[in-house]
Structures are given as C-alpha cells and as structure tokens.
C-alpha cells in the first residue's frame, strides 16, 4: 500500500509532537494501571478454588473492557478541566473572534455537499439556510456552494435537480449554487470529492464539506477561514456539530446526550490529540492543495471486508494530512456547526453497520509508517468501540460456562494428592458489589462531570432548568442502560459478519422523522428476544443468584421489541418535549440560521407540487425535461449501432409504459439527452390507449410542448 506507507512531505516535522506524545503516554499509562488492578480484582472475587484458565480469560477480557471504559472517562476528566478553566479565564467563543479586514481574494472556499439518494427538499433547505447566513456576515463573495449528487435512482437524480431549480429561483440571480451528478459513485463519498477536488479544487483554497443534514452558521464559517488563514500550518479544522431538528423520542434523547455531555467529550479529545486531532467527515474545513497532495486513498489489497475500498475514510485522511506535517485540529468551542442524528434505534444500528465494517478495516492501518501517536490511537478506539461488544458478550458466555460447570460437576476440595486438609471454594460478595460499584461510577463519571459543568456555565435554562436537566439525565441514562445490552447484540453480529468477510451495502441513511413497525422491529428483534428467555431460563435452573446479574442484560433482550418501537415514535418525543424533558440550548432560543432553516422548510412544504414527479416528470412534463436536458453533458456522435439501440429502447417505453422500464433502463435514458428528447416529443404525440400509459389524466395539467423533431 504505497498510498499509506509512503512518507510526506508537509510544512511541519512529520508525526506527533512531543507534547503530543507525552499525553498519549499518559493517558496510556492512566488506563492501564486500573485495568490491570480490576483485572487482578476480579481474580480475587471469583471463588476458590475455581477453573484457572477460564477465571485468566474472564480477568483478561474484564480488563480489556475496564480499560475501554475508562478511556472515556479520562477524555472526560480532561475537557472538564479546560471547559473549566475557559469558564474561569472567562475566554469568549472562539466565532465572536472574527477579524475586521477580510482575508485575500485567492483564499476562496467551496461549501460542498455530497448527497446519496437524500431529500432534496431537506437538502436544498440546509444550504439555502447556510447560504443566507453566510450572506449575513458580509463576506458571501468568497464563498461558492455545491451539491454533489452520487445518487444512482433515476427519480432522486430528477428530483435533486427540481430541487435545485427551485433553490436557484429563491436565491439572487448572482447566487453561485451549483449542482452536480457523477456518472460512476466509485469510493462513494471519498471519491465524490475526489471528483470535485479534480475538477474545481484549483480554484479555491479551502472547502468546508457537510453532510446532507448539515447546517453551518455564516459566522462559524467565516471564523474557520479567519482561523486557516491565521495558521498557515494547519492543514484541517474539525467543528463539534450539535444535533437538532429531532422530534421522536430517541432522537430526542439522543439530541438531548450530544449537546449536554458532548461539548466536555469534545474538549478533553481537543486536549489528549492536540494537532493530531479528529475529522468526522462533514462540517469540517479542509486545506485542499495539501489535501489533494496526501490524501488519495488506494484499494486496500485482498477480498472480503477487509479488502477494497476504504470505507471510513475521514479518520486515514486526517492521519494522511498529520502524517505529512499539517496541523488536523478539533475546535470543540466553536458554536454555530449543527446536524441531525438517527430518528431511530434501528436507523442506528444500520448506520453502524457500515461504521463497523469501515472501523474494523484500520487494523490494517494502526501500524502503518509515520502516522502520529494519537491517530494510531483514534484507530484503536474506532475497532474497540465495536470489539468491545463481542468481549462484553464473550464476558457473560465465560462467567456463564464457569456457573454451568460449577452447577453440573462438584468441586473439588483436595485439588492435589496427599493433602491433608480441605480447600473450601471462597465466594466474596460484598468485594464483587465493590467492584461492580466502581466499574459504575467509572461509566457514569463523564455524565455527572457535565451536569456539574452545566451548573457552573450557567447552561442549565438551555436544558429546561436545572431540574428538568437533571429528569432528562437521570432518564436518558435508564434508556441507555436499556439499549446498551441491544446495541451490544448487534454489535456482535456485525463484527461477527466482518471477521467471515461478508461486506456492507451502502445505502441512503434514514433522515427526518421515521418510525419502526411492529414488523420491522420483530424482524430484527426476535433474534435476542428468543436468546433471552433460553440463556436466562438456563442461568436461573441452575444458579438463581447469577440470574439476577444477567437480569439486567437479559431483560433489555426481552424488551428490545415494544421500546424499540415505543422510542421510534413522534408522539411520546412531542409529549416529552411539552412537558420540558429533553429540551436543548437551540429549542429554547433557536440561532439564526436554524430559524432560516425552519423557514425555508415551511416555505417548500407549502409550495404546490408538480403533478409528476422524478423520471416520469423529466419525459413528460416540458420544464423539468428541458431542466434536465440542459444539465447532460454535449456527447459526440453516436455509432450507428448505439442510435438502432436508443431508438430501439424508445421504442420499448412507448409500447409498454413506465412500468415495462427497469431501474437500469430509466437510467440509460436520462443519461442520453438524445434519447429522453426524442422518448418526449414522442410520448406528446401518442394517441389512443398508449397515450394514457403515459398522459392518462395529465393532458390539461401539464402544457404540451412544442413538437419538435430530434435527428437521431
């Protein structure tokens, strides 16, 4: 892999600095030593005489986990300290810092938006949003917008541009919004803006990308110019996006938990990374010459998950442009950056399919040569976050085996010959509810830290008031506790599928307010479930008192079905938010860019709708179809043999209607702006029967087209 082994050459030494190093040692040093206690702990609680190498492999794996926990709780003890010593030095937020004299007329930048098969509405409502904030501030001329279309279904790909049509007409005439759709979505977003970087980077210094739910503030992009341009050694800038625009229960908590303990996680990664920091993929800024120069991403060689394209690209591109000497930082203090989250459990869970797969390919990176400390650590804690689960269900089928075996053959009080006295087995209760105890506070630290910083910045009204905040904190960390053992099942399985290489699908994520089924939820559900009640009803035959610490586990397995449905719905969100649980700083006073976006989203709700719509819509009705004409490249000439199979393919569609058109063919014809002319004007002329395929109670709600004869 020459892409990921070869040096770079940067501004700066390449690899981690000093500081840098030290702190990762640190932090090293600060999981390992508990860890290595807990796991000693545990081979004093476990009885005696027990099963040796069972009890080593059950200490080995307790103390893989305690470390995996505690790193979060280091991170958070880490950005509580400096948000409270930014509380103390009362330092302002890093976007009221905003230079008189704007930068120079070369330092332009592209807000680009990649899409897959998105709303276009929502999309193009997030960058109208974006646009009029940014034209707020003052400084819109240095900045150009696009949408990235890499969606491969006909009726997306028309509606995306309707969409865009309608963005353009809303916005001034001079507005530079522009939209493109790649033929091939090869590397899918990666190699979507490897696209754009080929084709435009030259003409622009910088990009901010986002997501398609992304909002950015004016103020915040201008701060991330201003901050580039201070720092001509940093290479990308990472905001802390909060979540917003929730309205089903667990979106809601789960908007609620980002924006109350994510700023103080956001700070202490700031802190252990320092400029070896993180990049999530969207709302970040990126340098784009040092960009292009180390960041080309090869096919990892080999088959199966492990093999192909990379699918977490952000985490190697950001180790790429370290590794070369550019400065990759996280500005956890920035306001302004904003996205949405899953409305659902299973919305989750199917993005983190696709996050597991693509966190398990960095095993193949963590030792590649001259990356920095900190992101060889970043790959780590990408494959623990999933690996974690299958040593957690590896945890409770080891302390299981030990309770089966210790039920079904006695033990053994004189392990040795010739020994005169007994060994009783030593079961210390008390020391395992100590240890259970502290393996609590340490997962639960990080939540009561934030708490306590929200108290001290005064940030408490943003969350309802502080007895509100403190309901939803207590409730928010029940339903976690709840969906923690789901997730965990899951997780398994996911990894599982990676490890006997079987790839992921990528497909559209779920955005806006969904809903599981009762169906939906049995189908993915049942699984655990029907797990639940045979493990548990096991564990309790043989040995009721561990029963009852696999209870909890066991119990979330049972309820998976009704709270995943429960918790998918808008109807308990609504009522949750009604009574003030849940509340975040942006509901409470929503930003000015927020409040854009709720207007534009009204505005395009209310707008009538065209009577046809996506592929029927560009060969049939006259606007859309000379839209989408205007948007296909100029093509040569084609063979004769390529004009017979257009006609041919005409043809076809005349005779056996839209429906008699696969997915493959609808996307043949709008490709060809030959073709979809010609299928028009012939469509418009039909009579009879053939005509209601296409026309059938149409002819007065959409106005005929000229006829005109395309040669072919």
């Not at 290595?36 to 080593?56: K, M, R």
């Not at 991170?75 to 300290?81: D, F, P, Q």
């Not at 789901?486 to 809903?515: E, N, Y």
């Not at 429906?659 to 009579?687: P, S, V």
Request: aromatic share 10%.
């Amino acid at each position: 892999m020459p892409a990921i082994d070869g040096a770079g050459a940067g501004p700066m030494t390449s690899g981690a600095s000093w500081p840098a190093f030290w702190r990762s040692l640190l932090l090293a040093v600060l999981v390992a030593i508990p860890s290595f206690v807990a796991s000693e702990f545990l081979l004093e609680v476990l009885p005696q005489p027990g099963y040796h190498v069972l009890n080593i492999a059950l200490a080995v794996v307790f103390g893989l986990l305690f470390g995996w926990i505690s790193i979060g709780l280091w991170i958070s003890v880490a950005g509580a300290c400096v948000a409270f010593g930014r509380w103390w030095r009362r330092k302002p937020a890093s976007a009221a810092v905003i230079p008189l004299a704007p930068p120079p007329a070369e330092a332009r930048t592209a807000i680009v938006m990649p899409v897959f098969r998105e709303d276009p509405v929502r999309v193009c409502a997030g960058l109208e949003a974006t646009y009029r904030s940014v034209a707020e501030t003052g400084r819109l001329a240095a900045f150009d917008f696009y949408i990235l279309s890499d969606s491969n279904d006909a009726d997306a790909w028309v509606e995306e541009e309707v969409a865009w049509a309608a963005l353009r007409r809303r916005l001034p005439a001079q507005a530079r919004v522009f939209y493109r759709r790649r033929r091939s979505n090869i590397k899918r977003k990666s190699g979507n803006i490897a696209d754009f970087c080929r084709r435009w980077g030259a003409a622009y210094r910088y990009m901010v990308i986002l997501d398609a739910d992304s909002v950015m503030a004016g103020s915040t992009l201008v701060s991330l110019v201003d901050a580039m341009e201070r720092s001509p050694t940093t290479g990308l800038i990472q905001t802390l996006p909060a979540a917003v625009g929730q309205n089903t229960l667990f979106g809601r908590i789960q908007q609620f938990s980002n924006r109350l303990y994510g700023p103080v996680f956001a700070a202490g990664l700031e802190f252990w990374h320092m400029n070896a920091g993180h990049y999530w993929g969207h709302n970040a800024i990126i340098r784009i010459a040092p960009f292009v120069r180390h960041c080309a991403l090869p096919r990892l060689p080999g088959r199966g998950a492990f093999g192909g394209e990379i699918m977490s690209h952000d985490f190697v591109e950001a180790a790429l442009l370290r590794r070369a000497g550019w400065d990759v930082r996280l500005m956890s203090d920035l306001p302004g950056s904003y996205e949405e989250t899953p409305p659902t459990l299973l919305d989750e869970l199917k993005r983190d399919r696709r996050w597991a797969q693509g966190n398990l390919q960095h095993t193949r990176l963590v030792f590649a040569r001259g990356l920095a400390i900190p992101h060889r650590v970043v790959f780590l804690s990408g494959i623990m976050s999933y690996m974690s689960s299958l040593l957690w269900l590896l945890l409770l089928v080891l302390s299981s085996v030990e309770v089966v075996l210790g039920a079904l053959i006695p033990p053994r009080y004189f392990p040795h010959p010739h020994m005169l006295f007994p060994v009783w087995p030593v079961w210390h209760p008390h020391w395992a509810l100590m240890l259970f105890w502290f393996t609590l506070a340490v997962l639960f630290v990080p939540k009561v830290l934030a708490v306590l910083l929200a108290f001290v910045n005064q940030r408490t009204r943003g969350f309802g008031g502080a007895a509100r905040m403190l309901a939803g904190v207590v409730l928010e960390s029940v339903l976690s506790a709840l969906l923690a053992p789901v997730r965990m099942l899951f997780h398994t399985a996911f990894v599982v599928s990676v490890l006997i290489g079987r790839k992921t699908q990528w497909g559209p994520q779920a955005r806006g307010d969904m809903s599981t089924s009762w169906r939906q939820a049995l189908r993915y559900h049942t699984g655990g479930t029907v797990l639940a009640l045979v493990w548990g009803g096991a564990m309790y035959a043989l040995n009721p008192g561990y029963f009852w610490w696999l209870a909890p586990v066991m119990g979330a397995w049972v309820v998976a079905i009704p709270v995943s449905v429960w918790i998918s719905r808008v109807g308990p969100g609504l009522r949750a938010r009604a009574m003030g649980l849940f509340l975040t700083p942006e509901e409470i006073t929503p930003p000015g860019v927020l409040r854009i976006l709720a207007r534009a989203q009204r505005e395009c709700a209310s707008r009538p709708r065209l009577p046809l719509r996506g592929f029927l819509a560009a060969v049939v009705d006259p606007g859309v179809n000379a839209l989408h004409c205007a948007l296909l490249r100029e093509r040569p000439a084609p063979s004769e043999g390529i004009a017979l199979a257009r006609q041919q393919l005409v043809l076809n569609a005349l005779k056996g209607g839209p429906q008699a058109l696969g997915a493959r063919e609808r996307l043949r014809i709008l490709m060809d702006r030959d073709t979809l002319m010609l299928l028009h004007e012939r469509i418009w002329a039909l009579k009879g029967p053939r005509a209601r395929f296409w026309l059938g109670g149409l002819e007065g709600a959409v106005p005929a087209p000229s006829p005109v004869r395309i040669p072919m």
